[in-house]
């Protein structure tokens, strides 16, 4: 099911975390932040809204990351439904895809659950006091990638909180799957 993601809450607090990456280490909010803000992207490997954008999300971390914006991504859908978002798949597709950003598994979803995460691809972008300046999507692309030439909203977006320490007012929402809960 396709949901979008709410409102941005300007000024919220990113939430702490400590989690395994597929690098092996154990990452924690400190350790991801950068010197001008932070990205945290909740993502999966078998969502086609993420498969649709991967690429354009790996260019666009790695240029925010030459304007001092670190980025993070999290999985933290039910494995056990969804064999292909696995830990092992995981790893896969962080060395696959060149990530040059961490690949994190929240396997008891509170780290999703704390950041009010609804899909994927799911978009929080920080300042450098780790505050909420943008919740917004990547681009125009939905299932299938929008034409090369749309504009770029996550990258001016966070592009702007790297310079101004603020996020743009209006903000178009991030559109993906559900993340898939684990049944109670």
Same mark, same amino acid.
């Given at each position: 099911?396709?949901? &979008?993601?709410?409102?941005?809450?300007?000024?919220? +607090?990113?939430?702490?975390?400590?989690? +395994?990456?597929?690098?092996?280490?154990?990452?924690?909010? !400190?350790?991801?932040?950068?010197?001008?803000?932070? =990205?945290? /992207?909740?993502?999966? *490997?078998?969502?086609?809204?993420?498969?649709?954008?991967?690429? $354009?999300?790996? $260019?666009?971390? *790695?240029?925010?990351?030459?304007?001092?914006?670190?980025?993070?991504?999290?999985?933290? *859908? #039910?494995?056990?439904?969804?064999? &292909?978002? @696995?830990?092992?798949?995981?790893?896969? =597709?962080?060395?696959?895809?060149?990530?040059?950003? +961490?690949?994190?598994?929240? &396997?008891?979803?509170?780290?999703?659950?704390?950041?009010?995460?609804?899909?994927?691809? #799911?978009?929080?972008?920080?300042?450098?006091?780790?505050? =909420?300046?943008?919740?917004?999507?990547?681009?125009?692309?939905?299932? &299938?990638?929008?034409?090369? #030439?749309?504009?770029?909203? =996550?990258? !001016? @977006? /966070?592009?702007?909180?790297? !310079?101004?320490?603020?996020?743009?007012?209006?903000?178009?929402?991030? /559109?993906?799957?559900?993340?898939?809960?684990?049944?109670?």
């Amino acid at each position: 099911m396709a949901l &979008e993601t709410p409102v941005c809450e300007f000024g919220l +607090p990113a939430v702490d975390f400590s989690l +395994p990456g597929t690098d092996g280490k154990i990452w924690t909010l !400190e350790d991801c932040r950068g010197e001008n803000g932070l =990205l945290v /992207m909740f993502i999966c *490997n078998h969502c086609p809204y993420v498969k649709a954008v991967i690429d $354009r999300l790996v $260019r666009d971390t *790695n240029e925010l990351k030459a304007l001092g914006i670190n980025s993070v991504a999290i999985m933290s *859908n #039910d494995v056990n439904e969804y064999p &292909e978002d @696995a830990f092992d798949n995981m790893k896969q =597709l962080a060395i696959q895809q060149a990530f040059s950003f +961490p690949y994190l598994y929240d &396997e008891t979803q509170q780290v999703a659950q704390a950041y009010g995460a609804v899909c994927t691809p #799911d978009f929080f972008g920080y300042n450098s006091d780790l505050q =909420l300046q943008y919740r917004g999507r990547l681009d125009a692309s939905r299932k &299938e990638a929008a034409a090369s #030439d749309v504009r770029r909203d =996550l990258f !001016e @977006a /966070m592009k702007q909180v790297a !310079e101004t320490g603020h996020g743009p007012e209006n903000q178009i929402p991030s /559109m993906g799957c559900s993340i898939k809960w684990r049944a109670a």
